[in-house]
């Protein structure tokens, strides 16, 4: 008796589907501005629906429902834009400077160790020294709190430390070095 339930079930969403899809892929394209993503979303939404759809064929509305969750996941993927954007920018804001007669092995050697590193404290390292960031601007990049960017900044700091067999200060300099040479050479790192 399930399976003939389901059956109506099925055979009922795929004519809401057939009827709505492309009109919810056109909601989507007009709230993002996106067509690529408009595909995705109304599919994603329609998803949604067939997993809930016992509540939503049972509403007053379903397709009012189905615009409202269309909505709701392009105000997701805006949102997300606009946070990658900011870290983005975050990235490359910072000043550009010339450097005159790099320390190349150096860099190439800072560049080796920090690939050596976890990819958190890494990412710390390198907001923090050869990018300048704040503590604070470091947390807002990478999504964490301001006591992972110490703790993991002072272990990668540490942990650079040893297997360059350098104090703070050189590394510090080969850090900066590194940055400004590797945005001369273009930004797609």
């Known amino acids: 008796m399930g399976t003939v339930v389901d059956d109506a079930a099925s055979v009922e969403f795929h004519a809401f589907f057939d009827r709505h899809y492309a009109e919810l892929s056109r909601l989507a394209h007009l709230l993002t501005g996106d067509a690529d993503a408009a595909d995705d979303l109304a599919a994603?939404?329609?998803?949604?629906l067939w997993h809930r759809w016992d509540r939503v064929r049972a509403a007053d509305h379903p397709v009012a429902y189905a615009r409202g969750v269309v909505a709701n996941?392009?105000?997701t993927r805006i949102r997300s834009?606009?946070?990658e954007r900011r870290r983005i920018a975050l990235f490359w804001s910072q000043r550009e400077e010339k450097i005159e007669n790099?320390?190349?092995?150096?860099v190439v050697d800072v560049q080796e160790a920090l690939r050596r590193?976890?990819?958190?404290?890494?990412?710390?390292?390198?907001?923090?020294?050869?990018?300048?960031?704040s503590e604070k601007d470091t947390a807002l990049a990478l999504g964490v709190s301001v006591g992972t960017v110490k703790?993991?900044?002072s272990k990668?700091?540490?942990?650079l430390q040893r297997l360059l067999g350098t104090q703070g200060a050189p590394?510090?300099?080969?850090?900066?070095a590194m940055a400004r040479t590797s945005n001369a050479g273009g930004r797609n790192r």
Do not use: I, N, W, Y
């Open 44 to 48: 994603d939404a329609l998803l949604a």
């Open 73 to 75: 996941l392009a105000r």
């Open 81 to 83: 834009a606009v946070r």
């Open 102 to 106: 790099p320390d190349v092995a150096g």
């Open 117 to 133: 590193l976890p990819f958190r404290k890494r990412a710390c390292v390198v907001l923090r020294h050869a990018f300048d960031l």
């Open 151 to 153: 703790s993991q900044t």
């Open 156 to 159: 990668g700091m540490a942990e």
């Open 171 to 176: 590394l510090k300099v080969h850090a900066a």
